[in-house]
């Protein structure tokens, strides 16, 4: 059963950064591409970064493009998202999935900036 558990958000004032993790199990990690999507209060599941799984390609949304960077560990079977200049509208609930329409995705972690 593929399981996958986030961590890492928080409340953080504009400029801010933070580093979400998501541990997998349950399914061979390091052969499958890996994404994060988001969803903020009263809209739809939003798409934000995929990485392959050698980590050799890398792809953003253009809203966070220059912001965020995706990375992954294939040993310790966790990918990570590091958030810099954190803004309001990055506010959502963040899921890590494997697939970038969400599939798989665990419970998600809360991510509030504000001042």
């Given at each position: 059963?593929?399981?996958?558990?986030?961590?890492?958000?928080?409340?953080?004032?504009?400029?801010?950064?933070?580093?979400?993790?998501?541990?997998?199990?349950?399914?061979?990690?390091?052969?499958?591409?890996?994404?994060?999507?988001?969803?903020?209060?009263?809209?739809?599941?939003?798409?934000?970064?995929?990485?392959?799984?050698?980590s050799?390609?890398?792809?953003?949304?253009?809203?966070?493009?220059?912001?965020?960077t995706?990375?992954?560990?294939?040993?310790?079977?966790?990918?990570?998202?590091?958030?810099?200049s954190?803004?309001?509208?990055?506010?959502?609930l963040?899921?890590?999935?494997?697939?970038?329409?969400?599939?798989?995705?665990?419970?998600?972690?809360?991510?509030?900036?504000?001042?």
């Amino acid at each position: 059963e593929v399981k996958l558990v986030e961590s890492g958000g928080g409340t953080v004032q504009p400029g801010g950064s933070l580093t979400l993790s998501c541990v997998a199990s349950g399914f061979a990690f390091h052969f499958w591409q890996m994404s994060w999507v988001r969803q903020a209060p009263g809209k739809g599941l939003e798409w934000v970064s995929d990485i392959s799984h050698d980590s050799g390609r890398t792809n953003y949304a253009d809203s966070v493009k220059g912001r965020f960077t995706i990375s992954r560990d294939n040993a310790k079977k966790t990918v990570y998202l590091q958030m810099n200049s954190l803004k309001s509208e990055d506010t959502a609930l963040y899921y890590c999935a494997t697939s970038s329409d969400g599939q798989n995705r665990g419970q998600g972690t809360q991510v509030t900036v504000s001042s």
